[in-house]
């Protein structure tokens, strides 16, 4: 069975889905020297084929109903995608607001006030891992559901 390329590598990762720059090069890493990786690597993104700030954009498009602003910041730094680029993915998808999704969340796993403090220590624990902040917590479990709504 012949070598499979680098650039064919490559192009079959970025075919499946987008791939942050680093995840391709470590991706790749096994097949080939630093070199001529970073060479493939740089030839994807003259094609257009390969960009952070994509991957980024539909990262947090794809993952933001379900977590908050600090797990998304903290997934693609994971990912090697650069704190402007990141900055930049969280503004496009501006539309909601971390109170707004944590009290989504919140409601599909719950849907009700937590009844004593060890109940309230679960649903925060939960909420805090999903990448959201204490005050947005407090806010969310404190919050008297409205009825009218």
Known sequence: M????LRERAVRHLARRDHSRAELARKLA???????????????HELELLSDRRFAEAWVRSKAARFGTARLRHDL??????RETIDAALAV??????FDRARQVWSSRFGAA???????A???RFLQGRGFGGDVIRKVLNETPDESA
């Open 2 to 5: 012949p070598e499979i390329s």
């Open 30 to 44: 096994p097949h080939g020297s630093a070199e001529e990786i970073d060479d493939v690597l740089n030839r994807m």
């Open 77 to 82: 730094a994971q990912r090697g995608v650069a």
């Open 93 to 98: 998808e501006g539309g909601c607001t971390d």
């Open 114 to 120: 937590p009844a004593d403090a060890r109940e309230w």
């Open 122 to 124: 679960k649903q925060a």
